[in-house]
């Protein structure tokens, strides 16, 4: 059935984290209207309250009032617990937030989150002095802030999360001095963006950032964009399904973000692009329509950052292309929600794809006519689920797919959004 429309996705989940979590370090009050409606932005939201910030719905948007570090004396137990849920954004950053706020914070996660790794980010933030421990490199994690100290650090991974907490812990240097990030590629760039709006003193030169102690201030209102990578998973779906053509409307159209139209272009799509508005970030529509077969891509590691959350969406893409693609260099997929690359390698794989992991690459060999198993299992991760849900409906079949309420952690509507599309 082919997909055909337009439709605005959910506020950009990255962007959303960041409006929150970075209303602890600024004064002013804000109006923020698209904030997304998912169950990680939700933790984020709760985390603030946890720390005493304040925000109210309104019929608008959600008002947010600046903490401006004013954190609250702890409680009884010495310590304030901050129940991150499966938000690995919520997580990172926020370690980087309370490293510089005195007090004892507790930062945990749920069964998922408590598996991923943590001391990427708890180190450099011991190096800028602050006390973090994990529990063997994984969460809980324990942030006893204070002081902390500027610092020049080399990212040892293409993390944006990490970048982003180091950046925030920068911004609460008690010695003046300017804070250094140098990446190993690109990724990702709305805390630098964003600390920019809000008044705060950052520079960007190539791959190395600087940013500097500061407050920031509030806009009165920020519209979020709509969030590329759920986009990501209808916009695909027409790149490989005859007849299709879906328009996206206020995305994010970031070159951090938007790595898979590329990808889809040189694939064979047909994917054009308008922007609408470049403050803080290019926002505008994303049109893709089906023209063809797909045929196979190389995708080099130094784009992978860009579409490191649509790599199991391009990769269903590259199952039913002519050819080989190989996705290089995508070691980070295995410390996502799930060890993705063996998710994507199962899951297609139950499908009948031909696909396997070299080293670090993952390679898809296409086409494939797809066999149907009883049921598929998206081991409870939302972008396997919905890249899941597309593969059934590129396959014209419907079979269970088991833990696909994970979808809610970014896109609590595309159940209904899919349905809109398929009626066209
Ligand atoms: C995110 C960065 C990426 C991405 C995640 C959101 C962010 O994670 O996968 O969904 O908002 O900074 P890493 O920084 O761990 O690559």
Redesign the pocket.
């Known amino acids: 059935m082919p997909l055909r429309g337009r439709f605005t996705p959910p506020g950009d989940?990255?962007v959303s984290?960041r409006l929150i979590l970075l209303s602890l370090l600024a004064k002013g009050e804000m109006l923020v209207r698209g904030l997304s409606d998912c169950e990680d932005v939700a933790s984020s939201l709760k985390c603030f309250r946890a720390l005493g910030g304040k925000a109210t719905e309104e019929q608008d948007g959600l008002r947010v009032t600046g903490l401006d570090r004013n954190f609250p004396p702890m409680p009884e137990s010495g310590e304030i617990d901050l129940e991150c849920e499966n938000s690995?954004?919520t997580m990172r950053l926020l370690a980087g937030i309370l490293a510089g706020a005195p007090g004892r914070y507790v930062l945990t996660g749920d069964a998922q989150l408590s598996r991923r790794p943590m001391e990427r980010v708890a180190e450099p933030l011991r190096l800028m002095g602050a006390k973090v421990s994990t529990m063997a490199g994984k969460p809980p994690m324990v942030v006893e802030g204070g002081k902390v100290n500027s610092s020049e650090y080399a990212l040892k991974d293409?993390?944006?999360?990490?970048k982003?907490a180091v950046l925030l812990a920068g911004l609460s240097a008690s010695d003046g001095g300017p804070t250094v990030v140098l990446e190993r590629a690109s990724?990702?760039a709305?805390t630098e963006r964003l600390v920019d709006f809000f008044k705060g003193r950052v520079s960007v030169d190539g791959l190395r950032i600087s940013i500097w102690p500061g407050t920031l201030v509030l806009k009165d209102t920020f519209l979020a964009p709509a969030d590329p990578?759920s986009a990501a998973f209808f916009l695909t779906g027409a790149a490989i399904i005859p007849d299709s053509k879906v328009t996206a409307e206020n995305i994010l159209l970031s070159p951090g973000r938007i790595g898979f139209l590329r990808v889809l272009d040189r694939m064979g799509a047909n994917v054009s692009i308008t922007l609408t508005s470049d403050t803080p970030e290019p926002v505008g529509e994303a049109t893709v329509e089906y023209a063809g077969p797909l045929k196979g891509a190389e995708i080099a590691p130094e784009e992978v950052?860009s579409l490191?959350?649509e790599v199991p969406v391009l990769a269903l893409a590259a199952t039913r292309a002519e050819g080989r693609t190989v996705f290089r260099k995508v070691d980070?997929l295995r410390i996502?929600e799930t060890d993705r690359l063996m998710s994507i390698r199962h899951q297609l794989g139950a499908l009948g794809a031909r696909i396997k992991i070299e080293g670090d690459d993952l390679v898809v060999e296409g086409p494939t006519s797809f066999i149907m198993p009883e049921s598929l299992d998206s081991g409870s991760d939302h972008r396997l689920a919905m890249t899941l849900s597309l593969a059934l409906l590129a396959a014209k079949r419907n079979v269970p797919i088991l833990g696909s309420g994970s979808i809610s952690v970014s896109y609590p509507g595309f159940g209904a959004q899919l349905e809109a599309l398929c009626r066209g």
């Open positions: 989940k990255s984290h690995g954004t293409a993390s944006a999360q990490v982003g990724t990702r709305h990578s950052p490191i959350d980070e996502k």
